[in-house]
């Protein structure tokens, strides 16, 4: 029996792209079932976690939710009333404080007491330099001071993330997953 025409005409390069997508398309579904079986097997504080883990790591970069804000209590960089005359600060780090607090400033409102602000990124610095600054530099002799996170090339994002034992337990427990969130993203950004 001889092999019909239209068989003798199939492209092979037809068929193999074919036979690709298919299989693109059953591992995709499977990949899809596979996500939806794990989300099912957390637990409830497992599924929240992931949920605000999300939340707040979709949100970081979405410029547009900050808001403008004036309030002095958000632009604490450095420059702490506390420290001693003698520790006067790095000249390059107090150059972008005076403009940094006389400047335009952003907030995000994350969730349990933690929020970032961001200014522009006056001085052009790079995460090296920014991570440079110790706290002598910053002239930070106190608690209660934003944290460097990152330095992208025309903003520096602040964070107010730390936690104290004051709070209740499960409160202090949520920053700190909170915490870990957040330096989490941006750790992993710098790698």
């Known amino acids: 029996m001889e092999t019909p025409l239209y068989i003798k005409n199939i492209n092979k390069k ?12 059953v591992i995709l579904g499977g990949y899809a079932f596979y996500k939806n079986i794990s989300k099912d097997k957390l637990s409830l504080n497992e599924s929240l976690e992931l949920e605000i883990r999300q ?3 979709n949100n970081i970069e979405n410029w547009p939710l900050y808001e403008k804000i004036a309030d002095k209590q ?14 006067k600060g790095n000249p390059d780090f107090m150059s972008y404080l005076q403009q940094a607090e006389n400047g335009e400033t952003y ?3 994350l969730t349990h007491g933690a929020y970032l602000v961001y200014t522009p990124n006056y001085n ?5 330099k920014l991570f440079s600054f110790g706290v002598g530099d910053m002239r930070i002799c106190s608690a209660g001071w934003l944290i460097p996170l990152y330095a992208y090339s025309d903003k520096i994002v602040w964070g107010n993330i730390t936690c104290s034992d004051g709070v209740l337990s499960q409160e202090f427990e949520s920053c700190l997953k909170i ?3 957040i330096m989490g993203y941006f750790t992993t950004k710098q790698l």
């Not at 037809?14 to 398309?25: D, H, Q, R």
């Not at 958000?74 to 520790?87: E, L």
């Not at 052009?124 to 090296?128: C, F, K, L, P, T």
């Open 55 to 57: 939340t707040i790591e």
């Open 107 to 109: 907030k995000l409102d």
């Open 14 to 25: 037809y068929l193999a792209a074919i036979t690709v997508v298919v299989l693109f398309l």
């Open 179 to 181: 915490t870990q969130i």
């Open 74 to 87: 958000y632009k604490k960089f450095g420059n702490d009333q506390v420290c001693s005359a003698s520790i």
């Open 124 to 128: 052009n610095w790079n995460n090296e």
